[in-house]
């Protein structure tokens, strides 16, 4: 076997066990979700606006979560907090009543001028993770906070 089929064989050897980790973490999540407390959950609302979060982005491992995005702002703004996401077991994201999405992870979410976005979760790992608007210079405008479990 040549070194290009090695390297191939090799990276798809690696991306196989990557997936199989992210499947047995999403069915790890999946029951976590399921046997939550939800009668015990913690809303937090984050509000949204030219240029910042405003709230206390500080939670608890093992505590169940609805997260009101809220954008009170006039400009469209993301959520981005691709870490975070990856280390919480995820219920689902709720436009409004609306619209339910049901996803093992997410990387952003965008809300536009006047609405919100609810996120249910539980809080399960342990860190410190970055949260930031990825339109156009907002993070450079103050559009960066940090999200904290402990």
Same mark, same amino acid.
């Given at each position: ?40 959950? #913690? ?32 400009? #469209? ?74």
């Amino acid at each position: 076997m040549n070194k290009r089929l090695t390297k191939l064989a090799v990276a798809l050897v690696i991306s196989g066990a990557s997936l199989t980790a992210v499947a047995e973490s999403a069915k790890e999540y999946q029951e976590m979700v399921k046997n939550a407390d939800w009668d015990a959950m #913690k809303t937090v609302t984050v509000n949204i606006d030219e240029f910042s979060y405003d709230a206390n982005l500080t939670l608890q491992a093992g505590q169940t979560y609805k997260l009101e995005m809220k954008n009170i702002g006039e400009k #469209k703004h993301y959520f981005t907090a691709p870490e975070f996401f990856k280390n919480i077991a995820t219920r689902k994201a709720q436009v409004n009543g609306q619209a339910e999405i049901k996803a093992d992870y997410f990387n952003a979410f965008e809300i536009l001028p006047g609405g919100q976005l609810d996120l249910y979760f539980v809080a399960h790992n342990k860190g410190e993770f970055p949260v930031y608007c990825t339109i156009d210079n907002h993070r450079e405008e103050g559009m960066d906070d940090l999200i904290v479990v402990n």
